[in-house]
């Protein structure tokens, strides 16, 4: 069952709704982190380990001010290779690490921007 903050009055209705946005913003900025963190966790643990170059390599990236989280490789020595493991190659079967992780964690993105939104916005509201 959900619960629900009573508002009171009119006073309170425009006071909750004006927390609104700085909620949103905070829940997307905690929900983007969470995300990237995950990704980045399961594609570590799925990305052959040969050399361990290509793993240093992942990283993570959130840009809070678009609303962007990305994982990959972006150091230019490994990226090349980091697409031949995912995708494979004529002499070198697929080993798919980026996107599974991508997948395995994107259904949750919606629950998690919820339950992070609710947070904030009863932290906004104070005692």
């Known amino acids: ?16 709704i004006g927390r609104i946005p700085q909620a949103a913003r905070e829940a997307r900025t905690e929900t983007l982190n969470d995300w990237a963190d995950r990704v980045l966790d399961t ?33 230019e020595d490994e ?22 992780a991508f997948e395995e964690h994107r259904a949750a993105v919606p629950r998690t921007y919820r339950a992070a939104f609710r947070r904030h916005m009863g932290e906004a509201a104070g005692p």
């Open 79 to 100: 990226l090349e290779y980091a697409y031949y493991v995912e995708k494979g190659t004529s002499s070198m079967p697929d080993q798919p690490y980026l996107v599974p």
């Open 43 to 75: 594609a570590e643990e799925r990305v052959p380990q040969d050399k361990g170059e290509l793993w240093e390599a992942l990283d993570q990236k959130v840009t809070e001010q678009y609303g962007r989280a990305e994982v990959g490789v972006w150091d």
């Open 1 to 16: 069952m959900a619960r629900r903050n009573r508002v009171d009055g009119l006073a309170g209705a425009l006071a909750a």
